[in-house]
């Protein structure tokens, strides 16, 4: 007889385990479901969850009217594929159809080439498309039988400059506008100036998505909220500064020069009317520009630094009538040369001649260096007395600072302090004509503005409004008196009518024009000489409608030009700084609605010389 096999000490064993297991089981899913729900349950749906940032349209930019587009956002096509679907000798076949449908040629084509016959699954293979090649993409590759199969065209942002500049082969107002970068962010002048107000912020969305990636319905939700990209209208006149930019290729183009700047500024408020360089470049087309010579994007109105020449005598004119040691009828001595700091320096006239029987308007008219100098080195009993009084009249019309125009990348300009570093007479002399001293031609609008307005120091701007918002010209204050701002308008008018060669070729009938050339030798570091037969060309004026009452200031530069005829004291240019200035004064007073008909007039009538 077999034993028994059943235990109730077995069995209770077994059971024991059982509920120990069961209990620890349901301890374990109570600590998961109950204690740790929370955690577990978000982190499901970060599992589940898809966050994307999605960017704002960045603004528009308008010329001052409002209604011409001078840069936007539009979408443009980047063609991608993907290889790996596709034999070696389809790859082959698209990638020698889209050469020839893309017009590609050399390393392009090359890389192209190389591209689409990889075996990768991802390649850029263009950017930018136009519409035109998009549809015919679109078309070759959808069908039964694809000439162009395992291509993709993707919507992309990007930045469009439509207006043509004054240039062939250039966009309107290429060096005061920059561009934006694949990244989206600004780069040179107001592009890059304004890069947070145009571009906006991004807004950050979150979505769950289901096991197939598709969006669940209604989870999507705003995490961080973004800004739109905010609109500008210019101060620029879209017509007048084509025409600017087509007076400056013309001058460009006849006196070889290495460059040619000029701008238009309302002396009253700062407002910037035109602004541009050439060489220019098609801001459309920037990274070619970028392989090329990036050097181009370079604005020589802003950034580009030089020794301005004589007319920096107007600043001396400025202090020596603010300090009343000389009058513009004062009789003066002019001389062949002067010699200073006890012999060792000479300065000289450009023609190395004397004039007889000047007043110090003429002098400056004739553009005398060595009356300048006399004058400049009497504004102080020292040398260093002279030296503190001329800085303080460059420093007090914003010269070695920078205006704070609103465009990227200004330059402060060099003027050297005389209280910390020594000036011999040579300096103070040559600083009265312009030399050993560095501007831009803004900070030249600025302080001839000053000179014309009735003595206030205005910031030059080219932005007008914000969205709906108008922008306020900063007043930096009065920095001389109404009468001597008077004397200077009075003594630029001088210049004009009294010298033969600029009366002849500035005058405007029925307008009253002032101003003052400039012809500044450069100096080449690389040799330690100045460069031969090469110099740099200004004038700073304005012009009226009404005498003695300036509407518009004019700065004109011209770099490095080749003259014609270079002989001591006589050189000639097929268009001299100065018929620069007047076709472009022409130009800006023959704008419509430029110039307000009831602005007040700060100069008196009658200023007494």
């Given at each position: 007889?077999?034993?028994?096999?059943?235990?109730?000490?077995?069995?209770?064993?077994?059971?024991?385990?059982?509920?120990?297991?069961?209990?620890?089981?349901?301890?374990?899913?109570?600590?998961?479901?109950?204690?740790?729900?929370?955690?577990?349950?978000?982190?499901?749906?970060?599992?589940?969850?898809?966050?994307y940032v999605v960017q704002p349209t960045r603004g528009a930019i308008?010329?001052?009217?409002?209604?011409?587009?001078?840069?936007?956002?539009?979408?443009?096509?980047?063609?991608a594929a993907d290889p790996s679907t596709l034999t070696p000798a389809?790859?082959?076949?698209?990638?020698?159809?889209?050469?020839?449908?893309?017009?590609?040629?050399?390393?392009?084509?090359?890389?192209?080439?190389?591209?689409?016959?990889?075996?990768?699954?991802?390649?850029?293979?263009?950017?930018?498309?136009?519409?035109?090649?998009?549809?015919?993409?679109?078309?070759?590759?959808?069908?039964?039988?694809?000439?162009?199969?395992?291509?993709?065209?993707?919507?992309?942002?990007?930045?469009?400059?439509?207006?043509?500049?004054?240039?062939?082969?250039?966009?309107?107002?290429?060096?005061?506008?920059?561009?934006?970068?694949?990244?989206?962010?600004?780069?040179?002048?107001?592009?890059?100036?304004?890069?947070?107000?145009?571009?906006?912020?991004?807004?950050?969305?979150?979505?769950?998505?289901?096991?197939?990636?598709?969006?669940?319905?209604?989870?999507?939700?705003?995490?961080?909220?973004?800004?739109?990209?905010?609109?500008?209208?210019?101060?620029?006149?879209?017509?007048?500064?084509?025409?600017?930019?087509?007076?400056?290729?013309?001058?460009?183009?006849?006196?070889?020069?290495?460059?040619?700047?000029?701008?238009?500024?309302?002396?009253?408020?700062?407002?910037?009317?035109?602004?541009?360089?050439?060489?220019?470049?098609?801001?459309?087309?920037?990274?070619?520009?970028?392989?090329?010579?990036?050097?181009?994007?370079?604005?020589?109105?802003?950034?580009?630094?030089?020794?301005?020449?004589?007319?920096?005598?107007?600043?001396?004119?400025?202090?020596?009538?603010?300090?009343?040691?000389?009058?513009?009828?004062?009789?003066?001595?002019?001389?062949?040369?002067?010699?200073?700091?006890?012999?060792?320096?000479?300065?000289?006239?450009?023609?190395?001649?004397?004039?007889?029987?000047?007043?110090?308007?003429?002098?400056?008219?004739?553009?005398?260096?060595?009356?300048?100098?006399?004058?400049?080195?009497?504004?102080?009993?020292?040398?260093?007395?002279?030296?503190?009084?001329?800085?303080?009249?460059?420093?007090?019309?914003?010269?070695?600072?920078?205006?704070?125009?609103?465009?990227?990348?200004?330059?402060?300009?060099?003027?050297?302090?005389?209280?910390?570093?020594?000036?011999?007479?040579?300096?103070?002399?040559?600083?009265?004509?312009?030399?050993?001293?560095?501007?831009?031609?803004?900070?030249?609008?600025?302080?001839?503005?000053?000179?014309?307005?009735?003595?206030?120091?205005?910031?030059?701007?080219?932005?007008?409004?914000?969205?709906?918002?108008?922008?306020?010209?900063?007043?930096?204050?009065?920095?001389?008196?109404?009468?001597?701002?008077?004397?200077?308008?009075?003594?630029?008018?001088?210049?004009?009518?009294?010298?033969?060669?600029?009366?002849?070729?500035?005058?405007?009938?029925?307008?009253?024009?002032?101003?003052?050339?400039?012809?500044?030798?450069?100096?080449?570091?690389?040799?330690?000489?100045?460069?031969?037969?090469?110099?740099?060309?200004?004038?700073?004026?304005?012009?009226?409608?009404?005498?003695?009452?300036?509407?518009?200031?004019?700065?004109?530069?011209?770099?490095?030009?080749?003259?014609?005829?270079?002989?001591?004291?006589?050189?000639?240019?097929?268009?001299?700084?100065?018929?620069?200035?007047?076709?472009?004064?022409?130009d800006a007073i023959s704008t419509p609605n430029l110039i307000p008909?009831?602005?007040?007039?700060?100069?008196?009538?009658?200023?007494?010389?």
């Amino acid at each position: 007889m077999l034993g028994r096999t059943d235990s109730r000490v077995r069995t209770l064993v077994v059971l024991l385990v059982f509920v120990l297991a069961a209990s620890s089981i349901g301890v374990r899913l109570a600590y998961w479901q109950i204690t740790r729900r929370d955690e577990l349950t978000a982190m499901a749906a970060h599992q589940s969850a898809v966050t994307y940032v999605v960017q704002p349209t960045r603004g528009a930019i308008y010329d001052r009217s409002g209604t011409v587009t001078i840069a936007t956002t539009v979408s443009r096509d980047q063609l991608a594929a993907d290889p790996s679907t596709l034999t070696p000798a389809r790859r082959a076949s698209v990638a020698a159809s889209l050469v020839k449908l893309l017009g590609l040629k050399g390393d392009k084509a090359t890389q192209l080439t190389t591209l689409m016959t990889s075996e990768k699954q991802y390649v850029v293979l263009a950017r930018n498309l136009t519409p035109e090649l998009s549809a015919q993409i679109r078309a070759l590759s959808h069908g039964t039988s694809p000439e162009l199969a395992g291509l993709m065209l993707e919507p992309e942002a990007m930045r469009y400059y439509p207006q043509t500049g004054g240039a062939p082969g250039t966009s309107l107002a290429a060096h005061l506008l920059g561009f934006v970068n694949r990244a989206g962010a600004g780069q040179y002048g107001v592009e890059q100036y304004y890069q947070d107000t145009l571009a906006g912020t991004p807004t950050t969305w979150s979505a769950e998505h289901d096991s197939l990636g598709n969006t669940v319905p209604n989870t999507e939700r705003v995490v961080e909220q973004g800004s739109a990209g905010q609109d500008l209208t210019l101060t620029i006149d879209a017509s007048l500064q084509v025409a600017v930019e087509q007076e400056i290729l013309s001058a460009w183009i006849a006196d070889r020069a290495k460059s040619v700047s000029a701008m238009v500024m309302d002396p009253y408020t700062g407002e910037v009317y035109a602004y541009g360089s050439y060489p220019s470049y098609n801001a459309n087309a920037y990274q070619t520009i970028a392989n090329r010579n990036p050097a181009t994007f370079t604005d020589p109105m802003a950034s580009g630094v030089y020794e301005p020449g004589s007319v920096f005598k107007m600043l001396t004119a400025q202090a020596a009538l603010g300090a009343g040691i000389i009058a513009l009828t004062t009789p003066v001595q002019d001389a062949v040369k002067l010699t200073l700091d006890g012999g060792t320096s000479i300065v000289q006239n450009a023609d190395h001649k004397a004039r007889p029987h000047l007043t110090f308007a003429d002098a400056i008219a004739y553009s005398r260096n060595v009356v300048a100098s006399m004058t400049a080195l009497r504004l102080g009993s020292t040398t260093k007395a002279a030296a503190s009084k001329l800085y303080a009249t460059w420093s007090t019309m914003g010269f070695g600072r920078r205006t704070g125009i609103d465009v990227a990348g200004e330059a402060a300009g060099i003027v050297r302090d005389p209280a910390k570093v020594v000036y011999r007479q040579v300096d103070v002399a040559n600083g009265s004509f312009g030399q050993g001293v560095a501007v831009t031609p803004i900070q030249l609008a600025q302080a001839f503005a000053a000179m014309v307005n009735g003595g206030t120091l205005i910031q030059p701007h080219v932005v007008r409004s914000v969205g709906n918002v108008e922008t306020q010209g900063v007043n930096h204050g009065r920095v001389m008196t109404p009468a001597l701002s008077g004397q200077l308008v009075k003594l630029m008018q001088h210049v004009i009518s009294t010298v033969p060669l600029y009366r002849s070729r500035t005058q405007i009938p029925g307008f009253e024009v002032g101003g003052k050339t400039g012809t500044a030798q450069i100096w080449d570091a690389t040799t330690s000489n100045w460069k031969p037969l090469l110099f740099n060309y200004s004038f700073a004026g304005y012009i009226a409608r009404t005498p003695g009452h300036p509407d518009l200031i004019v700065v004109v530069r011209i770099e490095e030009a080749t003259p014609t005829v270079a002989r001591q004291g006589d050189i000639e240019l097929p268009v001299f700084s100065f018929e620069l200035f007047r076709r472009i004064a022409h130009d800006a007073i023959s704008t419509p609605n430029l110039i307000p008909d009831d602005r007040a007039m700060p100069l008196p009538p009658e200023v007494a010389p």
